[in-house]
């Protein structure tokens, strides 16, 4: 099968159409959509994907090939260019050198996100239970599994991971963004600057399917080499919502 033959057959899977029955039916958008969410499961959030976005930076670096990439922040942090190596047609579609330059891009509008919940700078961000919050362990499951990928090069998993996680996660933001913008939670509308970080995921990505059969055809995977890290990924980002819920 090629690449996109691959990425139509795993949502066609029926773990995947579970999972994706599942976060439809999240009790933390239920929450959200019913102006019932808390400051803390807010927060939780928020300080939850602090802690992921740099975890998946690195792990998206090392998969464009950045081994040397683990900064402890990514404020002020430049995106690493692909090797000298690499032809000018793989630096326009790597999949996760786009993935990498997203999170650093994401990173400061999570810090004014985290402004607008009382979380006044990124220490606290960074130290939690300075906070009173402590990390959920299903919440930090998904970044932990890129991580896993990552440390065996599994680029052709990461990429079909990807073409399902992705918009599962972008739906799930976009619907949180429209509930937050309703008024009950004190922003005025969807553009207002505090909620950018939720609009930036809540967008969907231009030719993702693309660029990740791409990866899925160089690397030569066959379908039964990847179906089950899909599967534990999707399954961890249905954990993140767990997680932050219970927050």
Known sequence: MSGLEIIQQ???????????????????????????????????????????????????????????FIPTSLSNISVPELPNNTSKEEEEVDL?????????????????????????????????????????????????????????????AGAAAVALNFPAWGEMCNRLLKALASGDYGYNNIDESSLAFIKFFATPIEGLDKMAASIIDKEDISYDDLVEHVRLLQAYELLFWDGIYEG
């Open 10 to 68: 795993l949502r066609a899977e029926p773990f995947n159409k579970e999972t994706e029955k599942k976060l439809q039916n999240h009790p933390f958008l239920k929450a959200a959509e019913v102006g019932t969410l808390t400051l803390s499961q807010r927060r939780a959030f928020a300080f939850e994907q602090y802690k992921i976005q740099l975890s998946d930076a690195i792990s998206f670096a090392a998969l464009a090939g950045h081994t040397c």
């Open 96 to 156: 996760f050198q786009f993935l990498l330059g997203g999170e650093v891009y994401a990173a400061s509008l999570l810090l004014s996100h985290a402004k607008s919940l009382g979380i006044d700078d990124e220490d606290a961000l960074r130290s939690p239970a300075k906070c009173g919050y402590q990390l959920s362990a299903k919440a930090q499951a998904y970044p932990s599994y890129w991580s896993k990928l990552a440390l065996s090069n599994n680029r052709g």
